[in-house]
């Protein structure tokens, strides 16, 4: 199977080639090669999963099966900030859905999609263990709890704020 790497990947075809070396040589590395490779080119594409399915000499079922099964992979571009809306009982209870309401309102997306500008990622998650400070929402790793829909443009400006100043983008 012939895969065509575009040449603005081959940088990153060519790091991914030294994970593959450094982690094939043990059993069961391939969720480890995976999130390397995530890491690398932002998401997990179909060329991808197949160019690591041809290099591991495993069937590209094998690694699309992986890929589909643990939601912390995504086979879809995502935003430099992933946001997951808690949708766990206790944060259900105390307003998640209005808080998720505000942040597709604020940001025009739906539950699964990305930002126009690649800066957000909305997800809904199931409870994250952080039922005190019911409603939850974490953003990439950082967690902000006891929130009201009126917090949310606010928190999202900071997001914003922090990636204009520092000039990182995806």
Known sequence: MEILIRENDKQKFQKLDKVIAR?????????RILQEAQNIFG?????????????????????NGVVSFYSLFSQEPRGKYVIGICMGTACYVKGSQEILNAIKEELAIDVGETSVDKMFTLKATRCIGACGLAPVITINENVHGRLSPADIPSILYQYTKESRQTGLRN
């Open 23 to 31: 982690y094939n040589v043990e059993a069961g590395m391939l969720i």
């Open 43 to 63: 998401y997990l594409p179909a060329d991808v999963q197949s160019y690591i399915a041809k290099e591991l000499k495993l069937p590209i079922s094998t690694i």
